[in-house]
């Protein structure tokens, strides 16, 4: 009996130490896709579509699409796709209070201020085809998702997701 408790203890053990060593996997997965239309923009120009404006965003030129819009808190992983075909852009994560919430802007920059704006991580520039991933430990709340290559911000390039 006392050689089968310790092959019992060995096991478990073993069992303990392959259990903590695997790779965490996250909660949700949320597929990005960062596009735009390809045209020609003077995007140094504030073109007035971010986050809390009053512009009619179905013109806008670039964007950020999510395939969920709503994920339960926990470990979420962004899967980011840059689907252009000739611009580089990038995905950047921070909360927000309400879905018009004003972003921190820098005017001179034609970007978002990321600090004041407590951006949680990012994807950085995706070259046009090119893909990549952030995870990050959500809680419940409103995240904005947005592109902070200057001028594409305020082109339309951001989404909301809800954490609930």
């Known amino acids: 009996m006392p ?3 310790l092959i019992a203890k ?5 069992f303990f130490i392959l259990l903590f060593s695997l790779p965490a996997f996250a909660d949700a997965t949320v ?8 045209t020609d923009m003077d995007l140094s120009k504030n073109l007035g579509m971010g986050l809390g404006s009053s512009s009619d965003m179905s013109k806008a030129m670039m964007g950020i ?10 470990k979420v992983s962004f899967d980011v796709t840059n689907t252009s075909n000739g611009m580089v852009h990038e995905m950047l994560v921070a ?3 309400t879905r018009d ?13 990321e600090e004041k704006a407590g951006h949680l991580g990012e994807v950085s520039e995706l070259e046009p ?3 990549g991933t952030l995870t990050l430990n959500l809680k419940p709340g409103l995240y904005v998702l947005y592109c902070n290559v200057p001028g594409h ?3 339309g390039m951001w989404a909301i997701v809800e954490v609930k």
């Open 10 to 14: 060995k096991l478990v053990i073993t």
């Open 65 to 74: 699409k999510v395939d969920h819009a709503r994920i339960a808190p926990g």
């Open 101 to 113: 919430t004003k972003m921190p802007f820098i005017e001179a920059e034609n970007r978002v201020d």
């Open 129 to 131: 085809g090119k893909s």
């Open 95 to 97: 909360p927000i209070k």
């Open 3 to 5: 050689h089968f408790m």
């Open 153 to 155: 911000f305020m082109a």
């Open 31 to 38: 597929k990005v896709q960062l596009w735009d239309s390809g």
